[in-house]
C-alpha cells in the first residue's frame, strides 16, 4: 500500500457512500451525481488494492475493508469539519481593526457604534483615526473608511455618503445669514486640506467674486462645524453627517442649496478580506445604518431659510440637472 494519503475527494465520496449505503444520497450531499460517486470509490478501491463495497443488485454493503476504513474516516472528517467552524466562529468575534478619519468617525460613525456592538456582542472595534492611506499588506487592519473617489487600485471600495456641500453655522449666525449674499458680511471656516469646498458651493451660488472676511482653518469638517456652533463663523459641509447637531437645533443650514463635490466617503477592504464574517457583518450593518438614514423624515423647515434668493434658487436648480460641481482629485483620505 502507497505511503502516501490517496485523493481527499475519493476518501470523501467513500465516507459518505459508507455513510448511507447509497451512492445516490452521497451524491445529493455532496452535490455530484452517482456516477461521480462510483468513480470516486472505484478511483479509491484501485489505489487501496482492496474492495471497499459489495455491488448487489439493489442494494450496497461494506466489505470487511471498508467496514475497517469508514469508522476512522468518519472521525477525521468530523474533525476537519469541526475546526472549520471553530476558524469561522472566531472570526466573527474578537477584534476589528478600523481606520477612519476624523469627521467621519466623530460625526457618523461613534455615535452609531453601540448598535453595532448591540448586535454583534461578540466583535471588539477598534476604531482608529489617521489622515494617511493605510498599507493593508503591512499594518494589522481589517477596514478603512477614506475620502476621495473610490479609485483605489487592488482595494475593494463601497460607497457610503456622497460629500454635499452647503454653509453650515451656529445660533449665533443663523438670523444674519437670510441670501447667500450676506456670506460676504460674515466670517467663513476653511479645511486646509480641502480648500476647494466653498469655491464650489460659491460658484454654485453665483458668488464667484464674494469677498471671504474673517477666514479661520482647521485640519478637518468635524472641528470647521464644531467651531461654526461655538460662533467662529460659517463653516461649510455635508449635512447629513451632522443631522444629530441640525435636528438638535444646535447647528442650522441656513440655504438649500447643497452641491455634490464629486467625493464621498468609502468604506475599503482587500477583495480577499470581502466576505470575511466580521468584516462583511461591519459592512451590512453600515450600509443598513446609511439606508435607514436616508429614509429617515427630512430635516425641519425651522432649521432651514424660508426661501433661497432668486440667484441661489435658479443656481440649485442647474445644479441639481447637471448632476455635479466642479472639484479636484487630490486622493485625498482626509
Not at 454493503?61 to 474516516?73: F, K, V
Not at 467663513?188 to 464667484?208: C, E, F, N, S, V
Amino acid at each position: 500500500m502507497p505511503d502516501r494519503l490517496p485523493p481527499l475527494n475519493a476518501l470523501r465520496a467513500f465516507e459518505a457512500a459508507g455513510r448511507y449505503l447509497s451512492f445516490t444520497r452521497a451524491a445529493g450531499e455532496l452535490h455530484v451525481t452517482p456516477a461521480a460517486i462510483s468513480h470516486q470509490v472505484k478511483q479509491l478501491e484501485d489505489y487501496l488494492g482492496a474492495k471497499l463495497f459489495r455491488r448487489l443488485t439493489r442494494e450496497l454493503r461494506l466489505t470487511e475493508e471498508g467496514q475497517a476504513l469508514l469508522p476512522g474516516l468518519r472521525e477525521a472528517f468530523e474533525r476537519m469539519g469541526q475546526a472549520v467552524r471553530q476558524l469561522t466562529a472566531r472570526d466573527t468575534q474578537g477584534l476589528l481593526t478600523v481606520t477612519t478619519i476624523t469627521t467621519f468617525a466623530l460625526a457618523w460613525l461613534v455615535p452609531r457604534l453601540p448598535r453595532f456592538q448591540a448586535q454583534y456582542p461578540d466583535i471588539e472595534v477598534r476604531l482608529m483615526t489617521a489622515p494617511r492611506l493605510v498599507d493593508f499588506a503591512r499594518e494589522d487592519v481589517d477596514a478603512a473608511i477614506r475620502y476621495g473617489r473610490g479609485h483605489w487600485p487592488g482595494l475593494r471600495a463601497d460607497k457610503l455618503i456622497e460629500d454635499m456641500l452647503t454653509p453650515l453655522c451656529g445660533p449665533a449666525y443663523r438670523d444674519r445669514l437670510r441670501t447667500p449674499e450676506d456670506l460676504r458680511n460674515v466670517p467663513l471656516i476653511d479645511q486646509y486640506d480641502d480648500p476647494t469646498d466653498w469655491t464650489i458651493w460659491l460658484a454654485a451660488a453665483g458668488l464667484k467674486n464674494l469677498g471671504r472676511s474673517g477666514r479661520a482653518t482647521f485640519d478637518s469638517t468635524r472641528v470647521s462645524v464644531q467651531a461654526a456652533m461655538d460662533g467662529l463663523g460659517v463653516a461649510i459641509g455635508a449635512p447629513a453627517l451632522f443631522a444629530g447637531e441640525i435636528a438638535a437645533g444646535r447647528l442650522f443650514q441656513p440655504f438649500p442649496l447643497v452641491v455634490p463635490n464629486d467625493k464621498a466617503y468609502w468604506l475599503v477592504y482587500p477583495e480577499a478580506s470581502a466576505e470575511r464574517p466580521k468584516i462583511k457583518a461591519f459592512r451590512d450593518w453600515t450600509l443598513a445604518e446609511i439606508a435607514a438614514d436616508a429614509d429617515a423624515p427630512p430635516m425641519p423647515a425651522a432649521f432651514r431659510a424660508d426661501k433661497p434668493s432668486g440667484r441661489a434658487a435658479a443656481t440649485s436648480r442647474r445644479s441639481a440637472k447637471a448632476g455635479h460641481a466642479p472639484g479636484r482629485d487630490d486622493g485625498s483620505d482626509d
